[in-house]
């Protein structure tokens, strides 16, 4: 302690003296290079007595709620059109764990591909029920919290999840239950606002767009309960923007 | 398989010898009791009959009913002549059954018996079981009493260890160095001796021959892991040694060494920091402060590293984060001052230290600070915990704690008057050692107290100092001679880090474990 008073004492003389000689010290253009000894290249890092891997994060959602819109795509839809839209709310419990409920509207008509096959074999798709709605209660389980650095000054946060979801989806004539699993990876370009990418594999019983000697459009109409129905599996890709609070 | 023998043999040399004198000299008093031939000699020959078929039992390894039979035996009048020897055979039965500390009681009694054939060997085993339980107030009067030459060769390294430290603790460095170097190579007690032999030479004024000590004690450990303990001890005192030289850059160099995963990695960034500033490299300095006074080092009482970077923030002239580190300063230890100052006054029972000890060493090692019932900040316990004396003392307790929780949970030796009695021993060292502990911390409460009161007056001199500078900024500013708000680092590209294998994050408040002791500052002085 003595040492620090005596040292301090010093310091003061020394800028004192550099005062009164009127020193010129600055150069604000100065560029400083970083000595490459003290540049960052560890793979250990050090021992406290709890080694938590982040403090003070820059995104807190425990106890926050976030909401958001999403685009999507069922990438494995090969008959009707594969876009949808929708909203989704989630309640962060904790930094691991979320839930939420989604709600999402599929695109009504016929893909690209089934409007070729509709006009090589004369096949009226528009006859089959299709989605129309979908509802999923998810949950979230935020498993990494990271962050990305794309330019000098830019850097963003990211949470990477797990996701199983359970709900509904309402076809044009009946509603069937599904499940889903996935993965979802959110950006966080502010503490509140981020980008949400969600892979999302779907599960349900679906009908089955073809019901023999009906589908022609000189067939006769086909009810609904005529489609048969089976397991139905869909890759889906949805892309969304989330604002936290 | 040889050499074990050999070892086992020396082991139990010492009982053997016991064993024969003890017999012999039994053997002497019957032929002299012979002719006697009286009543009283009845039951003095009852009693030497007791103590023979003792002294088997002790010979078959029986160690628990010896034990229990010399400790009876050891307080019969009739058998005052013996008293020497039953003690001494007792304290090795307890030494065999683990019983270190009870053991250092008889050993202590015998050399308090002052019989010439046994004080040599009482002594020997008082050092040893006292260095086994690092008690250093046993080992202190062992060491006081011993005599170098008649000790087993064998033990003789511990004991010029031990010497040593007695000597280095009385500042008579000189003789503590010799002691030190006596410690042979190979010896367990080598590095340390090596580490404390380095220490007393720069106690002694010597850095030039404590770097070359510590490098010693590096060149030696060569070939352990990074992080083995002893390796960077030597190579954070090495560091120190060239601080105390004053070569600032060799300094911070040999701080650099320092393992990050190590727990003496955070003092060798305080000192590094310390380094930088006495060889002007500021920019570097405040990099490392950027580490220093982040949330990981909120429990970490480093009051004088915020003074040190209020410091280098009036060399450079940046009087603004001046104050926020000042403010900071008083924010944390304004509170921490206030509550060591309100314990100290309103307790005086080292029982009450010693409970805050518990508590703070229980937070440590389960990390909830919530629900402890802390009176005094957990800053300053942990600090307290980290404290040399404290430390030792609290290994201490735990060994005597152990060695009662082996009387206690031995149904059939606690039952005996010799368990009974070590129990009785054990409460009685546990509560003087608990009352130590507490005048320890209080001693750490009272001259933290001393420290904070006269950190708090440099500060105020520091304020005083970035006020003038403030002031004579303000007057530069009317002159209209500010600078431009040019960032010192503009034209490096961030590909140049990328590029070099480096990484670059600009930084956004959090913190992130592999970050710390990466930061760099990047701001421009403002000095005119």
Redesign the interface.
Known sequence: MRAFAIYIKGVFALLSFALALEVQTANAAEVVELPPEELARESVTPIFDKNESVKNRVIVTEGSWDVGVFGGLAMTEPIFNVSKAGLQVYYHVSESHAFGLLLAKNSNGISSNGQLLQKDQTIDFSRAPQADLQAFLDYNLKMFYGKMSVTKWVNFNTILMTTASVGTIKYTHKMYPAFAVGLANKFYVTPAWAFRFDLRLIANNAPVPFVKQKMRETDPVPEYSEFPERMHYSTNLEFGISYLF | MRKEKFFRLLKILPLLFCLLTVDSALAQQKRKARPLGSGGGGNSAALRQQLSQALQLAKNSEFESAASALFLLSRRPELQGERAQIKYVLGLMLMEMKLNQVAAFQFVDVIRLKDERYTRLAIEKLSLVADTLGDDTLLNYSISKVDINTFPANNRDMLYFRLGEAKSKAGDFKGAIESFARVPLGSSYFNQALFAKGLAELEANDPDTASRTFRALVSARARAPVTDTNKVAGQLAYARALYQKQDWDAAI?AY?NI?????L??DALFEQSWAMMRGARF??AL?NFQSLH???YE?FYIP?SL?LRS?VY??ICKYDEMNKVLTQFEKVYGPVSGKVNEFIKTQNDPQAYFAEVEKGAKV?RT?EKENSNLRLPYIVM?FILGKGDVKRSLAYLKRVNDEKSRVDKNGDLRSTTVGQYALKVLNNRIKNTRVAIGDMSKAHLLNMR??LR??YE?AG??RY?MINGQKESIRKKISEKN????Q???????RF?VN???????F???????????F?Y?G?????
Not at chain 2, 508 to 518: A, P, S, T, V
């Open positions: 160099e650099a393992p990050r995963d190590h727990v990695w955070h920019r570097s990099s982040s949330t990981y429990d004088e003074l410091i009036l060399y440590k990390g942990r001393v420290e006269d950190l440099q001199l520091i100092e600078l431009p708000e040019n010192i680092d503009d034209k490096v590209d961030r880090y070099n294998g480096y990484e670059y994050y600009p956004r408040g959090e913190y992130w474990l592999d970050e710390i002791g990466n760099h990047l421009r002085q403002s000095c005119e």
